[in-house]
């Protein structure tokens, strides 16, 4: 029989509370609609980091579906969409790889935006961090230390070279939320991608297979 960890360890506690955190950063890069501020305003209220919920205060405040949409929608100046940041890369092959992610931790997305949206990407990373409480929870290590190397690999590998980008844009647009929202997404996605190496490299750092790579 699994030993059960109670909720009240401090390690599951920590990554419920990250859980959190991602899912109130991936909120605020949906369209505001029906029930969204009141969702903003309830998570808001547990989540501890002082510039989320610095985020999520300017949201009340300056949020609305229509500057949004002027801002991130369909023609909009900035995209919060991965394919967009990637350069010559093949776009179809950016949305397998992430799709081959949210297919091996049965991640299914209930929102408008596309796989390589921010919200998206932010929204899984909150899904693995329940994943890793869940199974630490129970005792499985295996199962946790699985779901921890998928974080580190997906941010470095996909949101790192979404969040980054979007950040810049966003410093002087004026939407302070969303400019907030995106700088602190952008450092817990991890160190600023260099221009000189691109996720295709860094994807082939695990793979054993000549591709013709320097």
């Given at each position: 029989?699994?030993?059960?960890?109670?909720?009240?360890?401090?390690?599951?506690?920590?990554?419920?509370?990250?859980?959190?955190?991602?899912?109130?950063?991936?909120?605020?890069?949906?369209?505001?609609?029906?029930?969204?501020?009141?969702?903003?305003?309830?998570?808001?209220?547990?989540?501890?980091?002082?510039?989320?919920?610095?985020?999520?205060?300017?949201?009340?405040?300056?949020?609305?579906?229509?500057?949004?949409?002027?801002?991130?929608?369909?023609?909009?100046?900035?995209?919060?969409?991965?394919?967009?940041?990637?350069?010559?890369?093949?776009?179809?092959?950016?949305?397998?790889?992430?799709?081959?992610?949210?297919?091996?931790?049965?991640?299914?997305?209930?929102?408008?935006?596309?796989?390589?949206?921010?919200?998206?990407?932010?929204?899984?990373?909150?899904?693995?961090?329940?994943?890793?409480?869940?199974?630490?929870?129970?005792?499985?290590?295996?199962?946790?230390?699985?779901?921890?190397?998928?974080?580190?690999?997906?941010?470095?590998t996909h949101l790192s070279?979404?969040?980054?980008?979007?950040?810049?844009?966003?410093e002087s647009t004026g939407?302070?939320?969303?400019?907030?929202?995106?700088?602190?997404?952008?450092?817990?996605?991890?160190?600023?991608?260099?221009?000189?190496?691109?996720?295709?490299?860094?994807?082939?750092?695990?793979?054993?297979?000549?591709?013709?790579?320097?």
């Amino acid at each position: 029989m699994t030993d059960v960890t109670p909720i009240t360890d401090p390690q599951v506690q920590e990554l419920l509370a990250a859980a959190t955190a991602w899912r109130l950063l991936g909120l605020l890069f949906e369209r505001p609609r029906e029930g969204w501020w009141q969702d903003v305003e309830a998570l808001s209220r547990v989540v501890s980091d002082p510039e989320i919920r610095s985020a999520a205060a300017e949201a009340q405040l300056e949020a609305s579906e229509g500057r949004y949409l002027a801002l991130l929608g369909p023609g909009g100046p900035v995209s919060a969409r991965e394919v967009a940041y990637r350069g010559m890369e093949e776009p179809g092959q950016i949305m397998a790889d992430i799709q081959a992610f949210y297919q091996a931790f049965a991640f299914l997305p209930e929102i408008e935006e596309a796989p390589d949206h921010l919200a998206v990407e932010a929204g899984f990373l909150g899904y693995l961090c329940v994943k890793e409480a869940y199974a630490r929870a129970r005792g499985n290590e295996e199962e946790a230390g699985i779901a921890t190397k998928a974080a580190v690999r997906f941010r470095e590998t996909h949101l790192s070279a979404l969040a980054w980008p979007v950040a810049k844009r966003l410093e002087s647009t004026g939407v302070r939320y969303l400019s907030l929202a995106a700088a602190t997404l952008a450092r817990r996605s991890g160190p600023r991608p260099s221009t000189e190496r691109t996720a295709k490299a860094r994807l082939c750092d695990d793979c054993s297979m000549e591709c013709g790579r320097e």
